[in-house]
């Protein structure tokens, strides 16, 4: 994948995403610790490969661990893939292009700020994007609902997954193949899917029929107004804040 990457195949990404990777300024020295069996390691390499390949500030190198073993007894890496960039732990666990780019693209919390902030209400804003969340935002949408998904990671546990054999009617599928499935199933109908919006606890309130939120002290106040909100965070506690949710557990 590499070769092909490096040799001119074109990324699978859209227009959007190669121009924010290659405006991104500074110097970026990125370092997997990877392993052969491990499962989400082929995302995050070919993630930081494309990265790579598109902006020249940007440089990756994969490490297999088993044969560096002294290195990864001095980084005390625990778990693959275990990221570093600049020398310091950057992070761990599978992450994809947008993830990085959430990082290490210091001015797009501003720019996703001011392009939230100008959507248009929504009819129903569906807070989270695992299989519940897709399943109530295909209803909602194919009612003619103009429909929001914020969720910090679209596809939810089913990323984390590798064989599922009990969804009646498909024999086996892998995680990551299934929650692509779903996304492309959501899409087809036109939901508006905001991925890598985490709602900190604290930090998020229900307003005038307005979700307002920040996603960290640090970045700007975001809002999205909808009459209806369905909350789906599987086992994620809502915050006691909210005055107009009552607290739960799903
Ligand atoms: C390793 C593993 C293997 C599994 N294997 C199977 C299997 O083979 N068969 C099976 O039936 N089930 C399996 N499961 C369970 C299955 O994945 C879950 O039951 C299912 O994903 C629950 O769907 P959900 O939409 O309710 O929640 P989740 O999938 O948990 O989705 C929650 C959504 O909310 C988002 N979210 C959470 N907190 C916030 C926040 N504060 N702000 C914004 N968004 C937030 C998440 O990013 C995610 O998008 C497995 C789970 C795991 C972890």
Avoid at 58 to 74: K, M, P, S, T, Y
Avoid at 112 to 136: Q, R, S
Avoid at 200 to 225: I, K
Wanted: charged content about 20%.
């Amino acid at each position: 994948m590499a070769l092909l990457q490096t040799g001119g195949h074109p990324p699978k990404l859209g227009d959007e995403k190669i121009a924010q990777i290659k405006a991104i300024e500074g110097e970026f020295l990125f370092e997997t610790y990877f392993s052969l069996s491990c499962q989400n390691c082929p995302d995050v390499v070919q993630a930081l490969n494309v990265m790579a390949v598109l902006n020249p500030s940007i440089r990756h190198v994969a490490i297999d661990g088993a044969l560096f073993q002294q290195e990864v007894d001095e980084r005390q890496v625990m778990s693959v893939p275990s990221i570093y960039l600049n020398g310091k732990l950057f992070a761990q666990g599978r992450m994809g292009v947008d993830e990085i780019l959430a990082k290490i693209d210091t001015g797009a919390a501003t720019r996703e700020a001011a392009k939230l902030n100008t959507k248009a209400p929504f009819d129903v804003l569906i807070v989270g994007g695992g299989p519940a969340g897709a399943a109530a935002a295909i209803y909602a949408a194919r009612k003619g609902i103009r429909t929001g998904v914020a969720a910090e990671r679209f596809g939810g546990q089913v990323l984390d997954t590798m064989s599922i054999e009990n969804f009646i009617s498909v024999q086996e599928t892998e995680g990551p193949r299934l929650a692509r499935e779903l996304e492309e199933h959501v899409k087809h109908y036109d939901v508006d899917i905001m991925n890598l919006h985490l709602l900190p606890g604290p930090l998020w309130r229900l307003r005038d029929q307005c979700l307002v939120y920040r996603l960290s002290q640090s970045q700007p106040v975001l809002s999205l107004t909808a009459p209806c909100l369905i909350v789906l965070l599987s086992n994620a506690v809502l915050s006691q804040e909210n005055n107009n949710i009552t607290s739960f557990q799903a």
